[in-house]
């Protein structure tokens, strides 16, 4: 397998107040522990440097105005630290913009679509994008929960748009909903928005039956778990929920909104999973993306606020999409006993939703490459 690893430092300097738990350390500290695992000379590991994405690409799932909003509270930001004032501003509740903030975020939107541009040339198989500020919160028209653009968003349009893919699934398994990329695609019966996250939690959206509306309905699909849930039902979730949805829906490319806030360490998340615990869900994924479409997978960084637990889930990530098995644990096990929930009455709740009773994994038909071809518009096209 050729994965692309897709970073620049530029994303440390997204500065936010101390204490915010979206730290440049974050990506440090991943970056860290990759270079102490000498994985960055990893056979099979290219390091890609993210381009920028176009205010046109932005456009597609942003108001322009709001584009230019973000740019002029960076450039304002600048303005104020130049004159000795504070590094950092805040722009919304929670979501803060530094002098490089705009630079940052337009790179971190950019380095999915360098990441596409290259699976779609065939110079590698699957991606990891190291980036902040995260994405899955943005709205079309306003920051919220730290994040500027809607960067997995941003992607799965440019997929759509300029590789004239049919459909395309997002896998995020995040702590917290991803309100901003279910609004943007909620209409839009291409793109298959799956999310497991911790309910009631911020931003209270992700009910089970927010389904998508319109020709889209059924293309929304939302797993809240209760505080507590850990591996024992994040597993039947993945293999018998996410995995029939995804053959039913057949995906030419899966971008996953990687958040690994849902560790049991995080600071902020307190659902139970172990960084072992996230590899299995990721050895699901890379299964459905080597079943239904050739391998193309693209992860994208969302949350994660223990840097240790972040940076294990990280290079356990990137050791998967290489074709290992193994994952990089040093955390171990989750202190707590899972809080008991009757996993099969769960399953069969969202099978019965999301009429995927009868609908065994496997069962969809072996993925018919020149179909596929013909379907997708190369970058030449
Ligand atoms: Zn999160």
Redesign the pocket.
């Known amino acids: 397998m050729t994965t692309a690893l897709l970073y620049d430092p530029i994303f440390l300097e997204h500065i936010t107040p101390e204490n915010h738990p979206d730290k440049p350390e974050r990506l440090q500290m991943a970056m860290n522990v990759l270079e102490a695992l000498d994985w960055l000379k990893r056979d099979g590991l290219t390091l890609l440097a993210p381009r920028a994405a176009s205010e046109d690409e932005l456009a597609a799932v942003h108001e322009r105005s709001y584009i230019h909003t973000v740019e002029e509270a960076a450039r304002k930001a600048a303005e104020i630290h130049a004159g000795g004032g504070r590094n950092t501003q805040r722009f919304a509740t929670d979501t803060y913009v530094s002098p490089k903030s705009y630079e940052a975020a337009i790179r971190a939107a950019g380095a999915p679509l360098t990441a596409i541009d290259a699976i779609m040339k065939g110079e590698i198989d699957n991606a990891y994008c190291l980036v902040r500020p995260p994405g899955h919160h943005a709205v079309a028209e306003a920051a919220m929960g730290f994040c500027l653009f809607n960067n997995v968003a941003v992607a799965a349009r440019y997929a759509l748009d300029h590789y004239g893919l049919k459909r395309v699934m997002i896998i995020d398994f995040?702590?917290?909903h991803g309100n901003g990329t279910q609004e943007m695609f909620y209409d839009d019966p291409r793109v298959l928005y799956f999310s497991t996250h911790q309910a009631p939690f911020y931003p209270g959206t992700g009910q089970s039956n927010e389904r998508g509306e319109g020709e889209a309905e059924g293309t929304t699909i939302n797993v809240p778990l209760p505080a507590t849930s850990g591996y024992e039902i994040f597993e039947p979730v993945f293999r018998q929920v996410m995995a029939p949805a995804a053959d039913r829906f057949d995906p030419q490319l899966i971008l996953v909104s990687a958040?690994f806030?849902a560790h049991w360490d995080d600071p902020l998340g307190q659902l139970n999973l172990s960084t072992a615990g996230f590899a299995q869900l990721m050895k699901v994924i890379i299964e459905e993306a080597r079943f239904l479409c050739n391998g193309r997978l693209v992860l994208v960084q969302?949350?994660g606020y223990s840097l240790d637990a972040m940076a294990a889930c990280v290079a356990t990530c990137i050791n998967l999409l290489l074709g290992d098995d193994a994952a990089v644990d040093s955390l171990g096990q989750p202190p707590h006993m899972p809080y008991r929930i009757n996993t099969d009455v769960l399953i069969a709740e969202l099978r019965r939703l999301h009429h995927l009773t009868g609908y065994r994994m496997r069962n969809a038909p072996k993925p018919d490459i020149a179909r596929l071809r013909r379907e997708v518009k190369g970058p030449d096209a």
């Open positions: 995040d702590v917290h958040g806030d969302e949350g």
